[in-house]
Nanobody, 124 residues
């Protein structure tokens, strides 16, 4: 059974940093692309970043490029999202997900597996 558990969210001031973690079980990162989505109140789901299962290619949304870094520890089956220079518009529930399209330059909107989200709130 595929399970994804995100953690690390919290309240931070603008300009601050947070690191999200996603503990995965039931599959390995060689099986599926894995990544992060977010959803702010009253808005639709937004793609954030992903890592391809094929060659480790990463994708970043323009809104986070240069500020967020995705990484994985395959031995621990854990995905990370280092978020620096946070802005109030980064406030959202962040979800880790697996098994979706993740290619250089594009990331699918849908995923077959989702974890429960972790709340990130950035105050101005």
């Amino acid at each position: 059974e595929v399970q994804l558990q995100a953690s690390g969210g919290g309240l931070v001031q603008a300009g601050g940093s947070l690191r999200l973690s996603c503990a995965a079980s039931g599959f390995t990162f060689d099986d599926y692309a894995i990544g992060w989505f977010r959803q702010a109140p009253g808005k639709g789901r937004e793609r954030v970043s992903c890592i391809s299962s094929n060659d480790g290619t990463t994708y970043y949304a323009d809104s986070v490029k240069g500020r967020f870094t995705i990484s994985s520890d395959n031995a621990k089956n854990t995905l990370y999202l280092q978020m620096n220079s946070l802005k109030p518009e980064d406030t959202a529930v962040y979800y880790c997900a697996a098994d979706f399209i993740c290619l250089l330059g594009t990331m699918g909107y849908g995923a077959d597996y989702w974890g429960k989200g972790t709340q990130v709130t950035v105050s101005s």
